[in-house]
């Protein structure tokens, strides 16, 4: 295939990347993954065509694979998965005047409907026609091109890489979260799981003032990475402990009561043992996704006044995300990167990504 792009006049894309195939990685009903092409995308006018250089793999495509979904959320026919995407403008829309070919752009990939209440009163992560890649119905990002509106696309600064692009997704994770519990200068949180999104979570409330922060995890390594990123106070959770254990556990880890719990596991034994070790007027703030029904002490919760409180992906949360990260708050955010591969090596990276014993923490698909 043979592609000339005009941008003012100005031919500015490699032609010898266009003749290159659109490589996708797909799942299906019969919880299979496999790369097949996809024809080049048309670019509507709203929109831009990116070259898709990285896309981090998240834990939600691993259950789209293994377990068929998410909750409600099934996956019904073939789709493109990817949400964690980085990459380089290569088509403008003809009403797109923000953008220009060979800008460098981080994916936002909500695409919300901006019409409906939720979108006009700024929560449009609440949005219910919102069209999120990778997640069925909606193709995704793990592809060599794909279109995506102007609206979600966020310039990235020329010392940010693709790969730190990239993981502005799960960063936003972690900061909407941490913005919804607003903790405050030195007060005490525990992070319960240590996966990306814990990690980004910490990263959020460490740049918020929150201290202690202690960090909980199943596994010694992903509590080694966590040190590794400073976070020096874990705690290694033994399942043989009940929650009252494990609540014992934190308070004396953090020498004080934790005043925020943010529970990054979405293991019912996890939220459990939050409950208990949060302070009395503090705060479960839930991150993780488990099981639809899950039980709780909750009139524990209500005569000591604990709030729940939820977080749902992200909204507005890319600028601030990116100048956070830009501007070294967060540290070296690429430590949280333990394996990258090349697009052609997509299956590999989602069965490394699922292989607990490889110890990854997050895997990265790139393209040059
Ligand atoms: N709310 C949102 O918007 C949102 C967005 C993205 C992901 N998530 C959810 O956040 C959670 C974390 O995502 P991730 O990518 O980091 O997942 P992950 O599976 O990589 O990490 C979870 C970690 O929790 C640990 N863990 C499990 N049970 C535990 C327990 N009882 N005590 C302590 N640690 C325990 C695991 O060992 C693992 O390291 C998932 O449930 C995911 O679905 C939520
Ligand atoms: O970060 C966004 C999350 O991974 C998604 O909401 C996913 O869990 C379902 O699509």
Request: proline fraction near 6%; glycine fraction near 8%; include cysteine.
């Amino acid at each position: 295939m043979t592609k000339t792009i005009e941008t003012n006049g100005t031919s500015q894309v490699d032609p010898a990347l266009l003749q290159r195939p659109n490589l996708a990685l797909w799942v299906n009903n019969e919880k299979q993954i496999y790369m097949k092409e996809e024809a080049f995308p048309t670019c509507p006018p709203d929109s831009c065509v990116v070259h898709v250089k990285a896309t981090g793999i998240c834990g939600s495509e691993i259950h789209f694979w293994k377990t068929g979904g998410i909750g409600d959320v099934r996956v019904t026919h073939p789709i493109i998965l990817g949400h964690e995407s980085a990459g380089q403008i290569i088509e403008v829309g003809a009403n797109v005047t923000s953008f220009s070919v060979g800008d460098r752009v981080s994916i936002e990939p909500g695409v919300a409907c901006w019409e409906c209440g939720m979108c006009v009163r700024g929560r449009y992560n609440l949005c219910p026609d919102v069209k999120f890649s990778g997640t069925p119905p909606t193709d995704g990002t793990m592809r060599r091109f794909v279109a995506h509106p102007a609206r979600f696309l966020h310039r990235l600064g020329d010392d940010v890489s693709y790969e730190v692009g990239a993981l502005i997704e799960p960063l936003s994770v972690g900061y909407n979260a941490v913005r919804r519990a607003a903790p405050y200068l030195g007060q005490p949180v525990v992070v319960a799981g240590a996966g990306p999104i814990g990690l980004a979570v910490a990263l959020s409330a460490r740049a918020a003032g929150a201290n202690p922060i202690v960090i909980t995890d199943l596994e010694a390594h992903r509590l080694e990475q966590a040190k590794e990123m400073g976070f020096k106070n874990t705690v290694l959770i033994d399942m043989a402990w009940d929650r009252n254990e494990v609540a014992t556990k934190l308070r004396a880890a953090a020498g004080c009561l934790p005043q925020i719990v943010f529970e990054c596991t979405g293991s019912e034994a996890s939220i459990n043992a939050a409950c208990y070790a949060v302070e009395d007027g503090g705060t479960l703030l839930q991150v993780g996704c488990g099981k639809p029904e899950i039980s709780l002490p909750f009139m524990s919760l209500g005569f000591r006044e604990v709030n729940v409180v939820t977080s749902f992906r992200y909204q507005q949360t890319w600028p601030v995300v990116l100048r956070l990260a830009q501007s070294g708050v967060f540290g070296d955010v690429t430590q949280l990167i333990t394996h990258k591969l090349p697009l052609e090596k997509a299956v590999e990276a989602l069965e490394i990504s699922a292989d607990r014993t490889s110890r990854s923490i997050k895997v990265q698909i790139v393209d040059e």
